[in-house]
């Protein structure tokens, strides 16, 4: 069922108190290539100013990383996109003398001819054509794995399905980083992105895929349905995103750790609380 918006009003609010099912402009087959082209352009700014994908990289997993340098490591980056954050990541390893080769997924063939021409100049980056629901038929282990803006466009029983799926496959941390589906973040960005983003499907998109986002509630009600080794962590993160991460590191002899925590993470305040879930 569509979310209640008036149409032909740029500017009006939607009701945000269920998740919406409308289709972003991105996904549909016939868009213009053009436009398609720009908007990932765009969305890597969007990604760069607002995702907060790199202070959790940092937190996560590059310090994870940091505890064995001399080992090489694999991660997975499942709906990569344009591939910008695999782009990020791997000269920020570099720099600090860590190594890691990327493979990257998105299922559409565009994204995926896009993506390779803006990634030719980086080695350790692999990009396949492939469905997210396919991880698990690679066969093959990772140490990390990330899906950044992935989980909105799955409907509610493919993200519990797809979170397992990335479990199955990771051997040392998941992260897992989407859209909180809040007013605050339906006015900023509809606000910035109205001045900014032009030929584009950003603008909508944008707006759809928050309205698509997930509240705390949401995402610790599905994890608390999943059976994950080690500590699970469900929390906010400014400006406007959820994110689930699991590192296995904390697993006890015995396997059957299973911590799950919520809080809220915002680093520009300096401060962050995280309460553990009865």
Same mark, same amino acid.
């Given at each position: ?11 009006? $609010? ?8 409308? *289709?972003?402009?991105?996904? +549909? ?7 398609? !082209? ?10 760069? $100013?607002?995702?907060? &994908?790199?202070?959790?990289?940092? +937190? ?9 340098? +001399? #080992? ?34 998105? &299922? ?7 993506? +390779? ?14 469905? @997210? ?13 990330? @899906?950044?803006?992935? *989980?909105? &466009? $799955?409907?509610?029983?493919? !993200?519990?399905? =797809? $979170?397992?799926?990335?479990?199955? !496959? ?46 705390? #509630? ?23 995103? =959820? ?7 904390? !697993? ?18 300096g401060a962050e609380r995280t309460e553990q879930v009865d």
């Amino acid at each position: 069922m569509k979310s209640p918006v008036i149409k032909n009003h740029k500017f009006v $609010l939607p009701f945000l108190s269920r998740r919406c099912t409308d *289709l972003e402009l991105m996904d +549909r087959p016939d868009l213009s290539r053009e436009k398609l !082209v720009n908007t990932l352009r765009q969305f890597s700014i969007v990604n760069q $100013l607002f995702s907060c &994908h790199r202070r959790l990289l940092k +937190r996560y997993i590059i310090a994870d990383m940091l505890k064995e340098r +001399r #080992h090489s490591r694999r991660l997975l980056d499942v709906g990569a996109g344009g591939c910008d954050i695999a782009r990020w990541l791997i000269k920020t390893c570099r720099h600090r003398g860590l190594q890691l080769d990327i493979t990257c997924i998105d &299922h559409d063939p565009r994204v995926v001819e896009y993506a +390779r021409s803006r990634t030719s100049d980086v080695p350790g980056i692999e990009i396949r054509c492939a469905e @997210a629901m396919e991880i698990d038929m690679f066969n093959e282990r990772f140490d990390y794995v990330l @899906a950044n803006h992935l *989980l909105h &466009h $799955l409907g509610s029983s493919d !993200v519990e399905t =797809i $979170l397992k799926k990335i479990s199955n !496959v990771c051997d040392r941390v998941f992260l897992v980083n989407d859209l909180l589906r809040c007013y605050h973040s339906y006015l900023a960005f509809t606000i910035i992105a109205g001045i900014l983003f032009r030929r584009s499907f950003a603008f909508t998109d944008g707006r759809i895929s928050i309205r698509k986002g997930f509240t705390r #509630h949401e995402f610790l009600e599905m994890t608390g349905k999943m059976e994950m080794e080690g500590t699970t962590i469900v929390s906010t993160a400014f400006p406007g995103h =959820i994110y689930i991460v699991n590192c296995r590191d904390s !697993v006890d002899s015995s396997g059957n750790d299973r911590r799950i925590f919520h809080g809220f993470d915002k680093r520009q305040a300096g401060a962050e609380r995280t309460e553990q879930v009865d």
